[in-house]
């Protein structure tokens, strides 16, 4: 079964629409590693919290 989970704030229901998108693909944790998400440099890191979770589960 796949899934994902989100808790937070701000913003993290935006993360919730990428897992959904990204299960939907069909994407690799590797694929989810390397996404490119949008960032605004005073609002975002530039790797976004899922791109570390990504590349932490390979």
Do not use: H
């Amino acid at each position: 079964m796949i899934g994902g989970q989100i808790l937070g704030k701000r913003g993290a229901v935006l993360r919730a629409d990428v897992i959904a998108a990204c299960i939907y693909a069909g994407l690799t944790v590797d694929e989810l590693g390397m996404l490119d998400l949008c960032y605004a440099p005073p609002f975002a890191r530039t790797w976004d919290s899922l791109n570390v979770a990504g590349n932490a589960a390979k």
